[in-house]
């Protein structure tokens, strides 16, 4: 698209023959838009500055004023499902404030504050957008979509709670734009392409984040009274192979009830459990809400059992038992007493315990004949931050989960393993620590503590199913 920069107005261009055939007009008197059919004329009194950018993320309305966010920089990160998948490099937000100076004082210094923070969201990470296909659903749910869904505009294909720009779009929505309304996505993406004998895999990793509980670690903890946890993360593992498609999903989240950690100048800030008589009712409406979307449900705590965390985790156990039922099961595993920092082959203890709920519940499959198998259930894991703990435990159980498909599907024998191709091997434990830390910064401001070494060691698969 061409942005033109006019005294009174901005005029988005579209470039690439899509269907938005007029040009989109806002206002800079009162951010109003209307959709035009030509660029107003240029004089020596009305030069507009012109630069192309790549997509109107939405507008967003403060105390007098309205600013748009515009993508201005965009890098090709992959493909999902043959569709193209670009990251956000650079936002830009452009204010519409004439209206700021009929506004009183006090509304002007208000104005003042609220805008310079939009220079955050400028810098906002982990944003991913298509123009094709609609990034918030998972391989299964796009495949699920009706005829008539399949027909919408993708904003209204969009799984709200993993639209990260739902807010910005509403006024874009209140005047039928939809051909400049972007669904973009908060997260993750990356994938590969290996050799196994002569055939070639393509692994995809997906993360998308949650906006219903936004924040970062210390300042945002476990669930609001409706049962929406903090850094509630969808991550989906894509395979590609000889025809075949196939997608596994799990997630992870903050501990679901009320709980907080008072930021103070000690190393550890203290957690507080808040009400803990409205434990139970929250990791219900949790675990309702995961069984809507998902199906069946295995929680995987992975705390340790002692100290803060300890008291967390009997919480978390005694909330859970009036709820446990055939479709949702709870599963406390001490990772650091059992793993510690290195011993990551002894998750095969963890796979023992599971394995059953993974086979029971698969995953989604599609040939070439569009015959499927779906995922009926999830893996939800947790610790206190749902970063590396957490990352480390799913990447095991996204191999594992690898191998099965592959098997399935005919490219690995019986006993073979992701282990025993070194390339494949290295490119997937560079997949998973590379989406630990995209989250880990997302949530925290660093990257993953353990991601160097999911880098550098395995996960031996031998460990783990020799115990099978």
Known sequence: MRLWEFPD?????????????????????????KLIDSIPECSSFRVPKIQMIFGVVGMLKLVAGSYL????????????????????????VLPCVHSVKNSTPEQKKMENEFSRLLKVAERTTGLYFSYDTNLTLSTQRLYDLGNESKMLPLWRQAEPRFLWNSYMLEALIDKKLDPYLLPVVQGSFHNFQATIGKEIVDVT??????????????????????????????????????????????????IPFLWEQIVDL??????????????????????????????????????????????????????????????LRYLHFDFTKICGHVHFERLSFLYDQIADFLVKNGYFLLNEESEKMEQLGVVRT???????????????????????QLRRIGVFAAEETISSHPKLDR????????????????????????GDLVRMRSISSKDITKSL
């Open 9 to 33: 107005e901005y005029v988005i261009e579209p470039t690439d023959g899509s269907s938005a055939s007029s040009s989109l007009s806002i206002s800079l008197v009162d951010a109003s838009m």
């Open 69 to 92: 966010f515009v993508i201005t920089e965009r890098k090709c990160v992959g493909s999902y499902l043959g569709h193209p998948i670009f990251k956000v490099i650079s936002l830009k």
């Open 205 to 254: 990793l997906i993360a998308r984040r949650c906006t219903r509980r936004n924040g970062t670690r210390m300042w945002r903890r476990g669930a609001d009274s409706e049962g929406h946890v903090a850094n509630f993360v969808e991550t989906e593992q894509i395979i590609q192979i000889n025809g075949f498609t196939s997608s596994f999903v799990q997630v992870r989240g903050s």
């Open 266 to 327: 000690t190393y550890k800030p203290k957690f507080e459990i808040v009400r803990p008589e409205e434990a139970p009712q929250i990791a219900e409406r949790h675990f309702l809400d995961l069984r809507k979307m998902y199906g069946s449900v295995l929680a995987v705590d992975l705390l340790n059992k002692h100290g803060g965390e300890g008291r967390l985790s009997d919480m978390f156990s005694n909330a859970m038992q009036p709820i446990v039922s055939e479709d």
């Open 382 to 404: 947790n610790c206190i931050d749902c970063l590396d703990r957490t990352n480390i435990t799913q990447s095991m159980i996204g191999r594992k989960i690898l191998e099965l």
């Open 427 to 450: 490119c997937f434990r560079i997949l998973w620590a590379n989406h630990g830390d995209d989250i880990s910064i997302q949530y925290s401001g660093t990257a993953a503590l353990k």
